[in-house]
T-cell receptor, first 115, second 115 residues
Framework: EPEVTQTPSHQVTQMGQEVILRCVPI?????FYWYRQILGQKVEFLVS????????KSEIFDDQFSVERPDGSNFTLKIRSTKLEDSAMYFC?????????????FGEGSRLTVL | AQSVAQPEDQVNVAEGNPLTVKCTYS??????LFWYVQYPNRGLQFLLK??????LVKGSYGFEAEFNKSQTSFHLKKPSALVSDSALYFC?????????????FGKGTMLLVSP
C-alpha cells in the first residue's frame, strides 16, 4: 500500500539553527500538508501546498517557515532559525486529487527537538 | 472558522465492552468529518469519514461513528473493545463549503482498554 514517508524520524538541533524536514508524498497525490503536534497537545495545521504554491497557511506558519517541492517527489519544510517552542512532532500529509472529500494520508512524523 | 471538541482526555473501558469516544464540531457550513487513530510513535491513521448519506458510517477495525446534525456530534463507537484498540484518537472536521481541504483536529482522546 502506498504511503507517505518522512525523514529524519528524529532530529536534535541547537536553537537558532536551520532545519529541513523531508517528505515523500504518495506518488499520484497533488495536495500536500504539514501539521505539527507539540507533546501532549493537539495536531495543528501549518500549511497546505498545491500546484507549486502555498494554498493556505496558519498563524503558526510565520516567516521562519518555508515549504518547497524541489523535484517531482520531495516536499520539504524548512525552519530558518529554530526556537525552543518549535520542538514538536511534524507530520506531512498528502491527498488524492480525485477525492474531494478531504481524506489525508499522513506520514509517521519527524520529531524535532530544539535545545 | 471550524473547530472540534473532544471533551474527554481519556476513556477507560474493559475488553469486550462497548466503547464511545465523543466528538462535537463547529463549522459555518456543512461538515466533512473524520476519525484518525495514532499509535505510540506512529503517524495518524485514517479510520473513517462522514461525507453524506447514512448517518452511521463504518470504518476500519470494527469502528463506526454516528453523525448527528442537530447535536453537531460525531461520536466514535465500537461494540466490543480490544486491548489492541488502546491508542490516541483524533476527530477532525472540514467545512465542505470551504475552498480548502485543511482539516482541523481535536486535541485527542486517549483510549485505554484493560484486559
Amino acid at each position: 500500500e502506498p504511503e507517505v514517508t518522512q525523514t529524519p524520524s528524529h532530529q536534535v538541533t541547537q536553537m537558532g539553527q536551520e532545519v529541513i524536514l523531508r517528505c515523500v508524498p504518495i506518488s499520484n497525490h497533488l495536495y500536500f500538508y504539514w501539521y505539527r503536534q507539540i507533546l501532549g497537545q493537539k495536531v495543528e495545521f501549518l500549511v497546505s501546498f498545491y500546484n507549486n504554491e502555498i494554498s493556505e497557511k496558519s498563524e503558526i506558519f510565520d516567516d521562519q517557515f518555508s515549504v518547497e517541492r524541489p523535484d517531482g517527489s520531495n516536499f520539504t519544510l524548512k525552519i530558518r532559525s529554530t526556537k525552543l517552542e518549535d520542538s514538536a512532532m511534524y507530520f506531512c500529509a498528502s491527498r488524492d486529487p480525485g477525492l474531494n472529500t478531504g481524506e489525508l494520508f499522513f506520514g509517521e512524523g519527524s520529531r524535532l527537538t530544539v535545545l | 472558522a471550524q473547530s472540534v471538541a473532544q471533551p474527554e482526555d481519556q476513556v477507560n473501558v474493559a475488553e469486550g465492552n462497548p466503547l464511545t469516544v465523543k466528538c462535537t464540531y463547529s463549522v459555518s457550513g456543512n461538515p466533512y468529518l473524520f476519525w484518525y487513530v495514532q499509535y505510540p510513535n506512529r503517524g495518524l491513521q485514517f479510520l473513517l469519514k462522514y461525507i453524506t448519506g447514512d448517518n452511521l458510517v463504518k470504518g476500519s477495525y470494527g469502528f463506526e461513528a454516528e453523525f448527528n446534525k442537530s447535536q453537531t456530534s460525531f461520536h466514535l463507537k465500537k461494540p466490543s473493545a480490544l486491548v489492541s484498540d488502546s491508542a490516541l484518537y483524533f476527530c477532525a472536521v472540514r467545512d465542505r463549503n470551504s475552498g480548502y481541504s485543511t482539516l482541523t483536529f481535536g486535541k485527542g482522546t486517549m483510549l485505554l482498554v484493560s484486559p
